[in-house]
């Protein structure tokens, strides 16, 4: 079966940035559609960034300008460098495969594989 890790977060300061990374195995990668969600405590799981081949992307409207996804397909993972970052941000990310990225980028339920997360915590 296709499976996702994720990697990259941590604490950081108001203002300051990491990059997450997701690998991918076990399936047929550069067709995949990729997606980035995230839940913060109490909140439900919401959409921030996914990306269609190389140059089709799509990001929630509070971190557009801030955040960049992309991938590289000779390793199987996907990014998503994240600048700027507000307490706001906090939350444990997720990384998805769309397998038959034929609809919505944003929406959850058309994804087919998730990652376990990783947490980010940006202090104030």
């Known amino acids: 079966q296709v499976q996702l890790v994720e990697s990259g977060g941590g604490v950081v300061q108001v203002g300051g940035s990491l990059r997450l990374s997701c690998v991918v195995s076990g399936g047929t990668f550069d067709r995949y559609a990729m997606g980035w969600f995230r839940q913060a405590p109490g909140k439900g799981r919401e959409f921030v960034a996914g990306i269609l081949l190389h140059t089709i992307t799509h990001y929630e409207d509070s971190v557009e300008g801030r955040f960049t996804i992309s991938r590289d397909n000779a390793k199987n993972t996907v990014y998503l460098q994240m600048n700027s970052l507000n307490p706001e941000d906090s939350a444990v990310y997720y990384c998805?495969?769309?397998?038959?990225?034929?609809?919505?980028?944003?929406?959850?339920?058309?994804?087919?594989?998730w990652g376990q997360g990783t947490q980010v915590t940006v202090s104030s």
């Open positions: 998805a495969a769309y397998f038959v990225p034929v609809g919505l980028l944003s929406r959850e339920s058309n994804y087919n594989a």
